[in-house]
């Protein structure tokens, strides 16, 4: 775990996020000579034994240069066509500069909805792996061409953090146009003070944040620190350094004094945990008594029927729910029963659960294995 930045030189696996400031303008379309200075550093990270997953941007950017809609809104299927005409000059670009060092890499293109499902979120792990075994760099992308809101990451500092977490990361990098945090504005402020270490993302920090992107991003500092918030419950340091500065991520593998550096927290969630409160879309709500809470808040128990009282909505078995106490939310997690069957068995002891449903497959309606509460997610 990296809790200094000596630690850093000793990480095994990085996962590298790059913004679309970085690579993309708004009249040559693709910045090469950025992403061949930016290739050049993580091949010297690969040949020194260290694995690196790229996380980029600027597909959409892209396409809107070689369409000619910079300046103008485009609609949902417009977004969706210049991604579509933007991700192969992207690839192509990251092609060419590995290729120079003779690496290869490999294309994957995700959407939240891929990682919502445990399968998808295990194949996607699987690949990397192999690609890993294999020495093809994996480079990642939201698969903007068919992404909708209700699965779409937001931005690509948030799929850069699920990322480090399925891949298993030891550090995720975001790389913008920016030195890293400030404790206030750098371009209205000439006192502002960078901010070298973050060992826990608080109110305070966001306050610093603001919430402006680039012209072409659509990730600002806000964004990443809820990305460094993400990645660091998983176990994973997160560092927020410039991407104008040749050799930057040299220096910071180094343990030099350069962007922001974010700790490992001590409540670090389990990669299952962290698929549950941060993936994963609840279907539905299970309110509960005060005494069913109190078991949930303080003891950590597991949810049992006896302590429900309502259902509300439609939900599977096994699908992800978010357990209401008497003054909101307190969790989320995986139920073992639908919400018919739930409507039968609540408010009884779990000894009744065969004779109620004809069949009695789990005592408990959540597991405490399979469930999140929402302080320990940092909501």
Sequence with gaps: MIQTRSDIAHVRRVVVKIGSSLLADAKSGIRQDVVDHLVNELAALIAAGKQVVVVTSGSVALGRVRMNWVNRELSVHEKQAAAAIGQPKLMRAYSKAFARHRLSVAQMLLTKDDLRHRRRYLNTNNTSETLFSAGVIPVVNENDTVVVSEIKFGDNDSLGALVSLVVDADLLVMLTDVPGLYDSNPAKNADARRIDIVSHVNEEHLAMAGDTGSSFGT??????????????????????????????????????????????????????????????????QIQVDDGAAHALLENGSSLLPIGVIDIRGVFDKGDCVEIVGPNGVIAKGLCNYTAEEMRQIMGHVSGDIEQLLGFHDFSSVIHRDNLVLISDAGK
Aim: aromatic share 4%.
């Design 219 to 284: 990730g600002g500092m806000a964004s990443k620190l809820d990305a460094a918030r993400v990645a660091t419950k998983g176990g994973v340091a997160s560092a927020i350094i410039s991407g104008k500065e040749i050799g930057i991520l040299t220096r910071l593998l180094n343990g030099d004094d350069v962007g922001t550096l974010f700790l490992c927290g001590v409540d670090r969630h389990s990669k299952r945990q962290h698929w549950i409160s941060e993936i994963l879309q609840a279907n539905g």
